[in-house]
T-cell receptor
Framework: GAGVSQSPSNKVTEKGKDVELRCDPI?????LYWYRQRLGQGLEFLIY????????KSGLPSDRFSAERTGESVSTLTIQRTQQEDSAVYLC????????????????FGPGTRLTVT | GNSVTQMEGPVTLSEEAFLTINCTYT??????LFWYVQYPGEGLQLLLK?????DKGSNKGFEATYRKETTSFHLEKGSVQVSDSAVYFC????????????FGAGTRLFVKA
């Protein structure tokens, strides 16, 4: 079946502009995650959505970052007034939460959006 | 809170050498443990997982055993290949009021022919 898709695959923007990144999770996956991966570095958690619960926004680095999710489908990550330090690959992942708190819920990652702020 | 610590890289090995990448964790409750792999130019993908103590996850010749007594989940492979060159991430998922997954910093592996 279809995996997680992200668009655009690459985005080059000028400093100060706003950008919007899109993620389409796997159908039926109730959990959706956004991460940032700077060049040569690990994954930095940004935000997590689970069903109708309030999102966990604890990883968003500043108020320039926000994310929305429509039900259990598409999510958009918006970065306002982009800065050069925002340049990174933004990864989206989804997982299916089932079986309660003791279940295993591996994540399925999209290919990422490479953002370059000039 | 939950955390994952994995050995720093890069790790450079010759083909057919034995690989160990250490991973330790701190967590409350009963987390699931994972190894993800990121091949050059590709996205992250699950390599293996273990959901409870003493479980062994295995895939593509890689193994890791969930050791609750030492809070470890070390990745091993008996004979690495050049195609194993990648970045390996240890991760933990557990219920802490939500289902957030915590990733280690990643360990880059280079395998020389």
């Amino acid at each position: 079946g279809a995996g997680v898709s992200q668009s655009p695959s690459n985005k080059v923007t000028e400093k100060g502009k706003d950008v919007e990144l899109r993620c389409d999770p796997i159908s039926g996956h109730t959990a959706l995650y956004w991460y940032r991966q700077r060049l040569g570095q690990g994954l930095e958690f940004l935000i997590y959505f689970q069903g109708n619960s309030a999102p966990d926004k604890s990883g968003l680095p500043s108020d320039r970052f926000s994310a929305e999710r429509t039900g259990e489908s598409v999510s958009t990550l918006t970065i306002q007034r982009t800065q050069q330090e925002d340049s990174a690959v933004y990864l989206c992942a989804s997982s299916r939460i089932s079986g309660g708190i003791l279940s295993s819920y591996e994540q399925y990652f999209g290919p990422g959006t490479r953002l370059t702020v000039t | 809170g939950n955390s994952v610590t994995q050995m720093e890289g890069p790790v450079t090995l010759s083909e057919e050498a034995f690989l160990t990448i250490n991973c330790t964790y701190t967590a409350t409750g009963y987390p699931s443990l994972f190894w993800y792999v990121q091949y050059p130019g590709e996205g992250l993908q699950l390599l293996l997982k273990a959901t409870k103590a003493d479980d062994k996850g295995s895939n593509k010749g890689f193994e890791a055993t969930y050791r609750k007594e030492t809070t470890s989940f070390h990745l091993e492979k008996g004979s690495v290949q050049v195609s194993d060159s990648a970045v390996y991430f240890c991760a933990l998922s557990g219920y802490t009021g939500g289902f957030k997954t915590i990733f280690g910093a990643g360990t880059r592996l280079f395998v020389k022919a």
